[in-house]
């Protein structure tokens, strides 16, 4: 079944403890991206990634990083997670980038929280 | 910058309504326009597209036509199910130049009642 996985899908963590977020892809799709979705903003983009070693920033990077080692993998690093970053997080995948109108498939979302 | 504007509800009706939700956008190059809909606990799936202007996107019943004249991708249904309900997001997608990703919408709240 093709499909976008995201772990974990939930998590509660304290100020200043680093933290990954997985996600993982079985559709050999080059591009992947984050984003974030908090109530009355909708979703925003956190970073995205062309291709293997390609990485961009998106709308709101600050307090995160990425790394795409393998085309299926695209994980999330919260190094020092702060409670503005307390929101659900989306992974999403397409066959390339997403100006080009491709279909962008969703992860089930992580809802991550910070004390 | 791009942006969409929707209305964000939550939008309350009866089960074989008729269904509009508004989507307009300002974008400085040459979007395409997406329908994405999020069921709840679910990740957000797309419901439609159009990639030029005077397009129609359809599926499942839904439909939206791509007006470049009024900069509108409004959402329609002739009759709506209880399966519907959920939180629906207008997007865009830019060619011009910026950062590669979609544009969304706040998201609209859909409640069909039977």
């Known amino acids: 079944e093709a499909q976008v996985t995201q772990n974990p899908r939930y998590l509660i963590t304290v100020t200043g403890k680093k933290l990954t977020v997985t996600c993982s892809q079985n559709?050999?799709?080059?591009?992947m991206s984050w984003y974030r979705q908090d109530p009355g903003l909708g979703l925003r983009q956190i970073y995205y990634?062309?291709?293997?070693?390609?990485?961009d920033k998106g709308d709101v990077p600050e307090g995160y990083k990425v790394s795409r080692k393998e085309k299926r993998n695209f994980p999330l690093i919260l190094e020092s997670p702060s409670p503005n970053q307390t929101s659900l997080y989306f992974c999403?995948?397409?066959?390339?980038?997403?100006?080009?109108?491709?279909?962008?498939?969703f992860g089930p979302g992580t809802r991550l929280t910070v004390t | 910058g791009d942006s969409v504007t929707q209305m964000e509800g939550p939008v309350t009706l009866s089960e074989e309504a008729f269904l509009t939700i508004n989507c307009t956008y300002t974008?400085?190059?040459?979007?395409?326009l997406f329908w994405y809909v999020q069921y709840p606990g679910e990740g957000l799936q797309l419901l439609l597209k159009?990639?030029?202007?005077?397009d129609k996107g359809s599926n499942k019943g839904f439909e939206a036509t791509y007006r470049k004249e009024t900069t509108s991708f409004h959402l329609e249904k002739g009759s709506v199910q209880v399966s519907d309900s959920a939180v629906y997001f207008c997007a865009l997608s830019d060619l011009g130049g910026g950062a590669d990703g979609l544009t969304f919408g706040k998201g609209t709240h859909l409640i069909i009642q039977p």
């Open positions: 990634s062309m291709n293997v070693e390609v990485t």
């Open positions: 999403a995948s397409s066959l390339q980038q997403a100006r080009d109108s491709y279909e962008q498939y």
């Open positions: 974008a400085t190059g040459y979007p395409s």
């Open positions: 559709m050999n799709h080059e591009y």
């Open positions: 159009a990639t030029k202007a005077d």
